[in-house]
């Protein structure tokens, strides 16, 4: 095993679970949030042509697919963690700017699923496996997703690998290994935002940890130390190297318990802006000019000015603070249309629409400066990082699940996850 600190990661994958309440309680939610993305998302275009990929590759019944039936465990992953990351409405960390459910989950589910584990167990091996891909996030930095890489996808691949790898039961030498070897498969660009190639980093990095771990569970010798040294992945793909804030109390602070979840249907980075909005109540008719303050690092990510496609809308602060001044709902999947961004209302009104870099602020702030035509001036700001019960979390979850499975399914699934039936059950009957 690595002398260095994949060990010690190894250890935290494969011991014994002490989450606390709180985190146990946030993944059961962010178990209904993914699934019911991923059930919305299987209506998706790039839920067809994953679909017929698999119907095409056929093989094994192993593991349930979202929208279809079943298919080999690896490819089962690959396509549920695409489909889940279709509507870019699931859940992010900011610790490391990912979304740790659309890698992890499909992993832990389709393993499951194929290994007659209980969904308790599965539950578990998740969380693990989500709060290892924010650590590993740490450890890697902003200066790796600044380049230019998606840690939904790059950190989201050892989250993967981590609960595939505690559901196939691996030693500690073995996950170790496993990490080592997904170090050369984990990958995702951002150059891919605003396309079918994001959701797909998703997917590629839940595939990539099942197929991991399976090699590993197969006898499959890797480098374990394949994540430090001068060629690892921290090296050649831009990390900083943050051990200290990876390692800091692994195990016993969860990082998870202060994950977001999307009430916007849109990129994660745009959320505090529209939450600002709410409160200036933005209104089309009244809007001179509007100037939007954002940290830096958003203006890479989704700042698109003018985009032509419903896609890109959920990438741009313009076209999003534009429909919900016109009214136009930003929690409902419909409204970002490529209709919506040709619409003459919106193209005029996202042209008096500033938006700007400010250092002071983090990356969960947002400001709003609003001009009227009268004259009068307000300003508005929000932090997604300000604390909200876990009654309000679980009110707001369960109602986006409900309006996007509807409110029937929704509550049955919540119902479900609360006990320690089987995994395929519950894939078989909610996916």
Not at 213 to 220: E, H, N, S, Y
Not at 233 to 259: I, P
Request: aromatic share 6%.
């Amino acid at each position: 095993m690595s002398d260095g600190f994949t060990g010690k990661l190894a250890a935290f994958a494969c011991g014994p679970i002490k989450a606390s309440p709180l985190a146990t309680e946030i993944a059961r939610l962010s178990a209904l949030d993914w699934l019911s993305c991923g059930r919305a998302g299987a209506a998706e275009p790039v839920a067809s042509i994953l679909h017929d990929l698999a119907k095409v590759e056929a093989g094994a019944a192993q593991a349930t697919l979202f929208g279809l039936t079943a298919a080999p465990v690896r490819m089962a992953a690959l396509v549920n963690g695409t489909i889940s990351h279709a509507l870019d409405y699931d859940d992010t960390h900011f610790a490391h700017i990912g979304h740790p459910s659309v890698a992890v989950f499909p992993a832990a589910f389709a393993i499951a699923q194929w290994k007659g584990k209980t969904l308790q167990q599965c539950l578990d091996a998740a969380l693990i496996g989500m709060e290892l891909s924010i650590r590993i996030g740490l450890w890697l930095g902003r200066s790796h997703y600044q380049v230019g890489y998606h840690q939904t996808a790059t950190a989201g691949a050892f989250g993967a690998t981590a609960a595939a790898g505690r559901l196939l039961e691996l030693s500690e030498v073995q996950m170790a290994g496993a990490f080592g070897l997904v170090a050369t498969r984990a990958s995702g660009l951002k150059a891919q935002f605003g396309t079918m190639g994001k959701p797909y980093n998703a997917g590629i990095a839940a595939a990539a940890g099942v197929e991991a771990a399976q090699l590993i569970a197969a006898g499959f010798e890797a480098n374990p130390s394949a994540l430090e040294g001068p060629f690892g992945f921290g090296a050649t793909h831009h990390g900083e190297s943050n051990v200290s804030a990876m390692l800091a109390e692994l195990g016993e602070v969860w990082c998870f318990e202060t994950v977001s979840h999307k009430f916007h249907a849109c990129c994660h980075g745009l959320h505090a802006a529209l939450e600002a909005g709410r409160e200036l109540d933005l209104a089309a008719p009244e809007i001179a000019r509007l100037e939007v303050r954002t940290h830096p690092r958003w203006m890479s990510v989704c700042n698109q000015p003018a985009p032509d496609t419903g896609l890109g809308a959920k990438f741009s602060y313009t076209t999003v603070l534009a429909m919900q001044a016109l009214g136009i709902d930003t929690a409902r999947l419909e409204s970002y249309s490529d209709a919506i961004c040709a619409d003459r209302r919106l193209v005029d009104l996202r042209g008096r629409i500033d938006v700007t870099a400010d250092n002071s602020l983090s990356e969960t702030q947002a400001v709003l400066s609003l001009l009227k035509k009268d004259g009068d001036r307000r300003e508005a700001s929000h932090d997604l990082q300000q604390p909200a019960s876990l009654e309000e979390r679980t009110r707001r979850v369960r109602a986006k699940a409900a309006s996007l499975i509807g409110r029937d399914a929704a509550d049955q699934a919540w119902a479900v996850l609360a006990e320690d039936g089987s995994a395929a059950d519950f894939t078989a009957r909610f996916a």
